[in-house]
């Protein structure tokens, strides 16, 4: 379906553009750090926000620049518990350029942004990449079974639903079919791929194909080429 592989890129761009995104803040910290100026601060008000019936504080700290002006910043990151006390010292660090882009000299402050970034882009890397790789390697497990695999005739069972995919409300149909290996007496039963229409008037009744592997039946390929192409 193409809502599917729309999916699988939009994650994998989403996750490279946030990777980039934090790679970018990471690198513009480290030219900060170079350049910044050190101060004493101290933490003079701590702003509550309210959100989701949870508070989260926000320290706002006042200091002195090198030039002798008086700037007050609010951090850019909050918690709850306060991470400080009103009244408590910190050591600032501010670009003389820009005093009220300051921030306090802690893990926290420096890093969280690119950290949560990151961490966000890789899981959406992660899934996008997993999803274009396992559509590759089903290719490549398909093409294998159609140039090497044994090519038997199976007997159709019924169409069912796969209840355990849905995408945009819709459950895809899938094939099943069965069949008796004459040397070992032995049952096997072969789901298709997913059918995004009800395949059911168009099943060829006489013998469905189906391409296994020799030495292991329960690797196939069930061939349904026969069914008309679904327009999108």
Not at 41 to 50: P, Y
Not at 146 to 162: C, R
Request: glycine residues 8%; without cysteine; positive net charge.
């Amino acid at each position: 379906m193409r809502t599917l592989t729309i999916i699988k890129y939009l994650f994998l761009g989403i996750g490279l553009v946030m990777l980039g995104g934090a790679i970018y803040l990471y690198q513009d910290k480290q030219h900060f750090l170079k350049n910044a100026e050190v101060a004493q601060g101290t933490v003079v008000e701590l702003i509550s926000e309210k959100s989701n019936n949870s508070i989260t504080y926000w320290p706002v700290v006042s200091f002195t620049t090198k030039a002798g002006n008086e700037v007050e910043f609010k951090s850019s990151v909050g918690s709850n518990p306060p991470s400080h006390n009103r009244g408590e010292r910190v050591e600032v660090l501010y670009d003389d350029k820009f005093p009220h882009e300051a921030v306090i000299n802690g893990f926290a402050s420096l890093w969280v942004g690119s950290l949560i970034l990151g961490g966000l882009g890789f899981v959406f890397f992660l899934i996008g990449f997993s999803m274009i790789l396992y559509s590759y390697l089903k290719q490549q497990k398909i093409q294998h079974l159609l140039k090497n695999g044994k090519l038997i005739l199976t007997k159709f069972n019924q169409v069912e639903l796969n209840y355990s995919l849905n995408v945009n409300g819709r459950n895809p149909f899938q094939i099943h079919s069965q069949w008796l290996d004459p040397s070992k007496q032995e049952l096997y039963i072969f789901i298709s791929e997913n059918i995004w229409f009800d395949p059911t008037e168009f099943i060829e009744k006489e013998g469905i194909k189906v391409f296994i592997e020799p030495s292991n039946p329960k690797k196939y390929y069930m061939d349904i080429s026969f069914l008309p192409k679904h327009k999108k």
